[in-house]
T-cell receptor
Framework: DAKTTQPPSMDCAEGRAANLPCNHS???????VYWYRQIHSQGPQYIIH???NNETNEMASLIITEDRKSSTLILPHATLRDTAVYYC????????????FGTGTRLTIIP | SAVISQKPSRDICQRGTSLTIQCQVD?????MFWYRQQPGQSLTLIAT?????????ESGFVIDKFPISRPNLTFSTLTVSNMSPEDSSIYLC??????????FGQGTRLTVV
């Protein structure tokens, strides 16, 4: 069973904020929400993760709802280089845990 | 963080032959993961490689087809055996550091003709 649900594709204008949603209604108490992206012809790249509080780093912000059943990844000022497939994954942060990739969201930044 | 070097980056192989993919990590890690990404698809885990023990394979993947070696804590190989065109994919190795962050190699793009 898929643990996360994401829209298959989204477009965003260059310079605008890109908001990528993810549903994870069966998340358990010790699971975190992780986001990765895969730019064409490259391996996936870690973006950000969080448990229940909102998080921000140099790449993005992560907003997790209070019930933790959904989250939104925000790229504040999207550039053409942000065109990629974005994956939302829920796992513990114990390390050495296999990742299950869903189909992700293909984000296209429009010039 | 971790830096992962994967070789070769791409190859074109004849059906019926085998290809061994190498994955080198710049730090010692307990587990290494091998994924397959078929054209236009998401990543699928093939197996988990522990140093000093047999790899653990996911459903649909078998050791005879995808033998894995893990001779030390920084290196692993995946062999794609007796290849057919259906094995044409990108193969990626990955490690997961404490805190749950995963790092990936750049992948090996395999085309079987």
């Amino acid at each position: 069973d898929a643990k996360t649900t994401q829209p298959p594709s989204m477009d965003c204008a260059e310079g605008r904020a890109a908001n990528l949603p993810c549903n994870h209604s069966t998340i358990s108490g010790n699971e975190y929400v992780y986001w990765y992206r895969q730019i064409h012809s490259q391996g996936p790249q870690y973006i950000i993760h969080g448990l229940k509080n909102n998080e921000t780093n140099e790449m993005a912000s992560l907003i997790i709802t209070e019930d933790r059943k959904s989250s939104t990844l925000i790229l504040p000022h999207a550039t053409l280089r942000d065109t990629a497939v974005y994956y939302c994954i829920v796992i513990t942060n114990f390390g050495n845990e296999k990742l299950t990739f869903g189909t992700g969201t293909r984000l296209t930044i429009i010039p | 963080s971790a830096v992962i070097s994967q070789k070769p980056s791409r190859d074109i192989c004849q059906r019926g032959t085998s290809l061994t993919i190498q994955c080198q990590v710049d730090s010692q890690v307990t587990m290494m993961f091998w994924y397959r990404q078929q054209p236009g698809q998401s990543l699928t885990l093939i197996a988990t490689a522990n140093q000093g023990s047999e790899a653990t394979y996911e459903s649909g993947f078998v050791i005879d087809k995808f033998p894995i070696s893990r001779p030390n804590l920084t290196f692993s190989t995946l062999t794609v055996s007796n290849m057919s065109p259906e094995d044409s994919s990108i193969y990626l190795c990955s490690v997961e550091m404490s805190g749950g962050r995963a790092f990936f190699g750049q992948g090996t793009r395999l085309t079987v003709v």
